[in-house]
């Protein structure tokens, strides 16, 4: 996020030369050496927090603390721009722009580059996607979209940060639109009750979204803006004096401190961001100017440095991750030692370079001059950032970085969509009616009924059918979502029990028409996300009773089919392919043991089995196909069977064709 500066200049941007004077007597427009300390707490806090050092549990709260201070600010700069007769809407996105875009293009420019010469082909895609969006300020959106089944690990996310940036800079382009109407039809008690009537707005939306909807909660604009507008009511009231001064900043820091050591992350933000909101509040209404706490040497150098800290201090996080020396000792020190020098380098030769006068560190209410030159200076740079991130994802990731080979295991592990089929398979929303894939008129030779599995597994039922037979298939597919009757979804989110109770339910029904299921299993047991009639939490043994219970009601109706489980790898398997090529193009095929895919998946294939000696449920068991000689095959021939660790290829799934033929061999109730 922002580590928003007190001018339209970096923070310190002239600390070693004499302010320019200051325009009005409002102490207000004076350097704040106690917010530039805020900026250091908060940074300290987030990088605490990343690091993983214990008694920063709750140091993500730098993120609100930064967002009040955001708020403070940008509406001093706009008022008393109003105030001194020199504010323009173009003049403070400019403002923002040269405060913002220079010191996130050099992250960009040096993550892409880097990224060309460490990342495979998938990695960069990911990479790419966020480096595009952060450049056009929307990475919260994003990261919003892409939270669930397919979210990419962390490992992946070098840009992750960049979601409060997107989030402060969607709050620059409409606060100055809406400031300025209220100040100039309402009186200050006015403003003051709409500002917190605004602010009530968005918490009360915080707080449902909590429960309903908690990546939007976190990510987007509405859901935050009454974190900043907080810091704007601060900025419309009298700061403190004297004793009531210190009281407030003891308490506020306190209120502080106690998020950064209390809270943890599970469910924020909730009713406890009001812990590091409002004790941010006190702090910038304390207005303690010559406190040592936050006014000393250190607090001010952290806090003119915070910004570029904030920006580089992820990507090494990201990097120890990779590397495997997160939460060793002597790695952690080196990158907190990184992420201050590359953020000290990144303020002194980026930032501060692209101010054009140097000015001290307060609310600037300066005129600033706009031009097309000048604009142009800060709109092209990230539209140039945005077309070569889209440039990247259009090519895959440019795998012509790597050899033939390689480049081959790239376009094996792009699923190729069977026609027709589009609509059929959500990762989160319900599609709107059941798909029926093959020619109008055909008979319905089965039902295929799933997760992602099913979406990847399709092709080999599809090439299964027997040369010369006129068929169609109902199939419909939910990522995330095991087809198992009853289910309710712990996730409110998830539209997994609505799926089931439109597409699965009817099936229990009697029917002469064939069903398919398939998913995840063992993943489902393993971390129980679905609540069941009858029984209390989530647990794996209710999932696996249910699972039972589930088959056999739905083997009363007709015929019905359970995929047992593929293979898990615990890697990603085209990505160690592809890394075998890099270092070898001679390197041996990817495998793991037989007995590890044996051991994962033993508890929920028991169940299964149970299911077909007592209830006549059929089981097809894809492990002849993709297992031999004791161990499951991840590719065949340098050919990636899985794009993931789990997911098949085409590849991969064509060679269950042979398993999924039964299906149209079998004849009577047991075949």
Same mark, same amino acid.
């Given at each position: 996020m922002t580590p928003a500066t007190h001018s339209g200049a970096p923070p310190g941007e002239a600390a070693n030369a004499a302010p320019p004077p200051a325009p009005a007597t409002d102490p207000k427009l004076a350097f704040r050496p106690d917010i530039n300390g805020l900026r250091a707490i908060a940074v300290l806090a987030v990088l605490g927090f990343h690091f993983g050092l214990a008694p920063f549990g709750g140091g993500f709260v730098g993120v609100d603390i930064f967002f009040v201070i955001s708020g403070?600010?940008?509406?001093?700069?706009?008022?008393g721009r109003i105030e001194r007769g020199t504010f323009s809407v173009a003049g403070f996105y400019l403002d923002r722009a040269r405060r913002i875009v220079p010191a996130l293009a050099m992250l960009l420019v040096v993550i892409l580059a880097a990224g060309a010469f460490f990342l495979l082909p998938d990695e960069y895609v990911l990479l790419s996607r966020q480096a595009g969006?952060?450049?056009?300020?929307?990475?919260?959106?994003?990261?919003?979209?892409?939270?669930?089944?397919f979210d990419p690990g962390i490992d992946q996310k070098w840009l992750l940060h960049s979601w409060t940036l997107s989030l402060e800079w969607q709050f620059y382009l409409l606060y100055p639109l809406f400031l300025p109407l209220i100040a100039r039809f309402l009186p200050p008690a006015r403003q003051r009750f709409l500002l917190a009537a605004a602010a009530l707005l968005s918490f009360a939306l915080m707080l449902a979204l909590s429960r309903l909807a908690p990546a939007a909660g976190f990510y987007l604009l509405p859901p935050r803006a009454w974190e900043l507008l907080a810091g704007a009511l601060v900025y419309l009231v009298p700061p403190l004096s004297g004793r009531s001064a210190r009281v407030a900043q003891a308490a506020g820091l306190g209120l502080i401190a106690a998020a950064v050591i209390l809270t943890g992350p599970?469910?924020?933000?909730d009713g406890r961001a009001l812990l590091p909101v409002a004790g941010t509040m006190l702090v910038i209404l304390a207005a303690r100017t010559e406190s040592r706490l936050t006014g000393n040497a250190i607090a001010a150098w952290?806090?003119?440095?915070?910004?570029?800290?904030y920006l580089w201090h992820w990507p090494v996080v990201v990097a120890l991750r990779r590397s495997g020396h997160a939460g060793e000792w002597p790695w952690i020190v080196a990158g907190i030692a990184a992420a201050f020098l590359l /953020?000290? &380098?990144?303020?002194?030769?980026?930032?501060?370079? #692209?101010?054009? @006068?140097?000015?001290?560190?307060?609310?600037?209410? +300066?005129k600033i001059a706009t031009t097309w030159r000048s604009g142009a200076a800060y709109v092209f740079p990230p539209l140039a950032l945005a077309l070569a991130s889209f440039g990247i994802w259009q090519t895959r990731g440019l795998p012509q970085r790597f050899s033939a080979e390689v480049q081959a295991t790239v376009r094996d592990s792009t699923p190729r969509p069977v026609a027709?089929?589009?609509?059929?398979?959500?990762?989160?929303?319900?599609?709107?009616?059941?798909?029926?894939?093959?020619?109008?008129?055909?008979?319905?030779?089965?039902?295929?009924?799933?997760?992602?599995?099913?979406? /990847?597994? &399709?092709?080999?039922?599809?090439?299964?059918?027997? #040369?010369?037979? @006129?068929?169609?298939?109902?199939?419909?597919?939910? +990522?995330g979502c095991p087809p198992v009757l009853g289910l309710r979804p712990v996730q409110p989110r998830s539209r997994c029990g609505a799926f089931n109770a439109r597409f699965l339910e009817p099936l229990a029904a009697p029917r002469r028409t064939p069903l398919v299921l398939t998913a995840s299993w063992a993943g489902y047991a393993a971390e129980p996300a679905f609540r069941f009639p009858g029984d209390g939490a989530a647990t794996p043994s209710s999932f696996r009773a249910n699972l039972l219970r589930s088959s056999c009601a739905l083997a009363a109706g007709g015929p019905t089919y359970v995929v047992l489980p593929t293979p898990h790898f615990p890697f990603w398997v085209t990505r160690e392919l592809q890394r075998r090529l890099i270092a070898d193009p001679k390197a041996a095929d990817?495998?793991?043991p037989y007995a590890a895919h044996e051991a994962r998946n033993r508890s929920v294939v028991a169940v299964l089995r149970e299911a077909e000696r007592s209830c006549g449920v059929r089981l097809l068991d894809p492990a002849p196909y993709l297992c031999r000689a004791g161990a499951c095959q991840?590719?065949?021939?340098?050919r990636p069977l899985y794009r993931d660790d789990h997911h098949l290829t085409d590849q991969g799934a064509r060679l269950l064709a042979p398993m999924f033929r039964r299906i149209f061999e079998d004849r009577g109730p047991r075949g």
């Amino acid at each position: 996020m922002t580590p928003a500066t007190h001018s339209g200049a970096p923070p310190g941007e002239a600390a070693n030369a004499a302010p320019p004077p200051a325009p009005a007597t409002d102490p207000k427009l004076a350097f704040r050496p106690d917010i530039n300390g805020l900026r250091a707490i908060a940074v300290l806090a987030v990088l605490g927090f990343h690091f993983g050092l214990a008694p920063f549990g709750g140091g993500f709260v730098g993120v609100d603390i930064f967002f009040v201070i955001s708020g403070y600010l940008m509406t001093g700069i706009i008022l008393g721009r109003i105030e001194r007769g020199t504010f323009s809407v173009a003049g403070f996105y400019l403002d923002r722009a040269r405060r913002i875009v220079p010191a996130l293009a050099m992250l960009l420019v040096v993550i892409l580059a880097a990224g060309a010469f460490f990342l495979l082909p998938d990695e960069y895609v990911l990479l790419s996607r966020q480096a595009g969006s952060s450049a056009l300020f929307v990475s919260n959106v994003l990261h919003w979209r892409e939270t669930g089944y397919f979210d990419p690990g962390i490992d992946q996310k070098w840009l992750l940060h960049s979601w409060t940036l997107s989030l402060e800079w969607q709050f620059y382009l409409l606060y100055p639109l809406f400031l300025p109407l209220i100040a100039r039809f309402l009186p200050p008690a006015r403003q003051r009750f709409l500002l917190a009537a605004a602010a009530l707005l968005s918490f009360a939306l915080m707080l449902a979204l909590s429960r309903l909807a908690p990546a939007a909660g976190f990510y987007l604009l509405p859901p935050r803006a009454w974190e900043l507008l907080a810091g704007a009511l601060v900025y419309l009231v009298p700061p403190l004096s004297g004793r009531s001064a210190r009281v407030a900043q003891a308490a506020g820091l306190g209120l502080i401190a106690a998020a950064v050591i209390l809270t943890g992350p599970d469910g924020w933000p909730d009713g406890r961001a009001l812990l590091p909101v409002a004790g941010t509040m006190l702090v910038i209404l304390a207005a303690r100017t010559e406190s040592r706490l936050t006014g000393n040497a250190i607090a001010a150098w952290i806090g003119l440095n915070s910004y570029s800290i904030y920006l580089w201090h992820w990507p090494v996080v990201v990097a120890l991750r990779r590397s495997g020396h997160a939460g060793e000792w002597p790695w952690i020190v080196a990158g907190i030692a990184a992420a201050f020098l590359l /953020g000290h &380098l990144s303020w002194r030769f980026v930032e501060r370079r #692209a101010q054009p @006068r140097p000015a001290a560190p307060r609310i600037d209410t +300066a005129k600033i001059a706009t031009t097309w030159r000048s604009g142009a200076a800060y709109v092209f740079p990230p539209l140039a950032l945005a077309l070569a991130s889209f440039g990247i994802w259009q090519t895959r990731g440019l795998p012509q970085r790597f050899s033939a080979e390689v480049q081959a295991t790239v376009r094996d592990s792009t699923p190729r969509p069977v026609a027709g089929a589009g609509p059929c398979y959500s990762t989160g929303e319900l599609p709107l009616e059941p798909c029926r894939l093959g020619p109008a008129g055909a008979p319905v030779l089965a039902i295929f009924l799933g997760d992602s599995h099913a979406d /990847g597994e &399709l092709i080999g039922l599809i090439e299964a059918l027997p #040369a010369g037979t @006129r068929g169609t298939f109902d199939f419909n597919a939910l +990522a995330g979502c095991p087809p198992v009757l009853g289910l309710r979804p712990v996730q409110p989110r998830s539209r997994c029990g609505a799926f089931n109770a439109r597409f699965l339910e009817p099936l229990a029904a009697p029917r002469r028409t064939p069903l398919v299921l398939t998913a995840s299993w063992a993943g489902y047991a393993a971390e129980p996300a679905f609540r069941f009639p009858g029984d209390g939490a989530a647990t794996p043994s209710s999932f696996r009773a249910n699972l039972l219970r589930s088959s056999c009601a739905l083997a009363a109706g007709g015929p019905t089919y359970v995929v047992l489980p593929t293979p898990h790898f615990p890697f990603w398997v085209t990505r160690e392919l592809q890394r075998r090529l890099i270092a070898d193009p001679k390197a041996a095929d990817v495998a793991m043991p037989y007995a590890a895919h044996e051991a994962r998946n033993r508890s929920v294939v028991a169940v299964l089995r149970e299911a077909e000696r007592s209830c006549g449920v059929r089981l097809l068991d894809p492990a002849p196909y993709l297992c031999r000689a004791g161990a499951c095959q991840g590719s065949v021939g340098h050919r990636p069977l899985y794009r993931d660790d789990h997911h098949l290829t085409d590849q991969g799934a064509r060679l269950l064709a042979p398993m999924f033929r039964r299906i149209f061999e079998d004849r009577g109730p047991r075949g």
